[in-house]
């Protein structure tokens, strides 16, 4: 290096480096907005002010992603919550319920995130229609159990989707067949925003349209979008017009997230008289939970810290279950006015999350998202909840879905709650190989459900098939290897079994 540049380099490092920073921000934003703008000018008069809002919106967020710099929490400054900040669910319950239940419950709204796509379990469109128990969906048993709520307490709990541009074509479509239904069904669309070319940090799309090709270039910003594209819709002014205070959020593939009457007493007739804004749902951390998020005191506020925030040294920590017990089961008790106000008052608070991810042709982009749990620090009194387990029954993957389709729940109203059969409360391990991913193949290695009512442990791997009527106990293993086929004879009984090998059952 010549004198000149290390005299340079060192200037910069010095004096200048926070100088240069900002200039280099500023064009990277003027850029960005140049961009924007020639996309906007390709929106037709009837999406232009729908799309001028979203870029907008991500406008916003670009900005504080050139802001922000390394991990956003100072591992420092994490501290453990104090006690009475997280509340154990049999102390909300012991407090019992209102004389008048339906007065509390029609101030309730349910919403579900609704944004996803069934990718991942090999299904085309919405993750909320596939079919999860004796043919009903997700969509379904939501459905249902709103609807039950309002004939049981002769109610008007309304049900709010928030979709995606993915998903709400195919939604809408769909919610015709509940129009008969005792439940209002009301829609509204989660942010489109650029996805970002990870060298250059500018958008891909080079216009507004979404199809085809195009397809690649937009996302949708994460569940934390809510609070923004709630507002944005109107619906939300409509529903607080309606004398309704209190949104019940969780994700629709969470089949645990039913409404609980207790919590909503607390939250209306709350015990010190001081109005809670935000409750979180936390339940109990198991091995298989180390990547969730916790709730942690940080500057006196709670906060959701995400594995993404935290610094590498101290990944291990944060996972540990001794410290950090809980985690964030994304069920989440809002305050309609609440949001309302820090809505329009700009101040809703949440950390960006960057999503990087390759697209198919190799192209290397990030999606700047957030988490609608993040913005618990911006409420007035928020308070975390432990929840039983049973509140937190995720379907992400086929092996969930075997768990829910089999007889260790019963389905009662919408609702599926662990069978009286099963002596203890726990749920089996299963883990299914990759012969099971998708739905399709899933459905089509089992002739029917094992029964599953004493299974601890299951693990299943390779090319393998189960007959009719088999029954699980204890820990079963099953391992084709490679070029092998395993056909579990129909009525088998597997207790404590480790199958291996070569078993292929012959038709004669």
Request: overall charge neutral; some cysteine; charged content about 25%.
């Amino acid at each position: 290096m010549s004198s000149f540049a290390q005299d340079f380099s060192k200037a910069m490092s010095r004096a200048g480096t926070s100088q240069f920073q900002e200039v280099i921000r500023q064009e990277l934003e003027y850029s960005m907005k140049e961009e924007l703008d020639k996309i906007l000018a390709t929106a037709p008069s009837n999406e232009l002010e729908h799309t001028k809002k979203d870029l907008d919106g991500f406008k916003k967020l670009f900005h504080r992603f050139l802001q922000e710099k390394g991990p956003s929490v100072d591992w420092g400054k994490i501290q453990r919550p104090p006690e009475d900040s997280i509340q154990p669910y049999e102390k909300i319950k012991a407090r019992g319920l209102p004389d008048n239940v339906a007065s509390v419950l029609n101030k309730l709204v349910v919403v579900k995130l609704n944004g996803g796509l069934g990718t991942s379990m090999g299904c085309k469109g919405p993750k909320s229609l596939i079919g999860v128990r004796n043919e009903n969906t997700f969509l379904d048993l939501t459905v249902q159990q709103i609807e039950h709520l309002n004939k049981t307490y002769n109610t008007d709990v309304p049900l709010v989707l928030m979709n995606s541009f993915n998903t709400d074509e195919d939604t809408k479509k769909i919610l015709q067949k509940y129009s008969h239904s005792r439940v209002k069904i009301y829609t509204f669309n989660q942010s489109r925003y650029p996805r970002i070319n990870k060298e250059t940090l500018l958008p891909i799309a080079k216009d507004v349209s979404y199809s085809g090709e195009s397809t690649e270039a937009w996302y949708p910003p994460g569940h934390g979008d809510i609070y923004a594209s709630f507002y944005n819709s109107g619906l939300l002014d409509t529903l607080i017009g309606e004398g309704k205070e209190y949104i019940f959020v969780s994700n629709i593939d969470n089949l645990g997230a039913t409404v609980d009457l207790y919590i909503l007493n607390h939250l209306m007739n709350p015990p010190n008289g001081k109005q809670c804004e935000f409750v979180m749902e936390v339940t109990n951390k198991t091995r298989a939970d180390v990547k969730g998020g916790t709730l942690t005191q940080y500057e006196n506020k709670l906060r959701l810290v995400e594995i993404a925030q935290v610094p590498k040294p101290h990944v291990d920590e944060f996972k540990s279950v001794s410290k950090f017990k809980i985690f964030n089961t994304n069920n989440l008790w809002i305050s309609l006015s609440a949001v309302k106000r820090l809505q329009e008052q700009n101040a809703i608070d949440m950390e960006i999350i960057v999503n990087p991810k390759t697209l198919d042709g190799g192209l290397n982009i990030i999606q700047l998202e957030t988490a609608v749990g993040a913005a618990v620090k911006s409420f007035e009194n928020s308070l975390g909840i432990n929840v039983p387990r049973s509140r937190f029954l995720p379907v992400k993957t086929t092996s969930d879905l075997l768990l829910v389709m089999s007889n260790l729940y019963s389905l009662n109203a919408g609702s599926l709650t662990m069978s009286e059969k099963r002596e203890f409360p726990t749920v089996p391990l299963v883990k299914l190989g990759s012969s099971f991913t998708k739905v399709q193949d899933y459905l089509r290695r089992f002739e029917s459900i094992p029964d599953m009512l004493e299974l601890d442990h299951l693990t299943v791997s390779g090319d393998v098939t189960f007959g009719k009527n088999v029954s699980l106990k204890g820990t079963v293993i099953i391992i084709a290897n490679h070029g092998d086929r395993i056909d579990i004879p129909p009525g088998a009984v597997l207790e404590n079994k480790i199958v291996s090998g070569n078993l292929r059952i012959l038709d004669h």
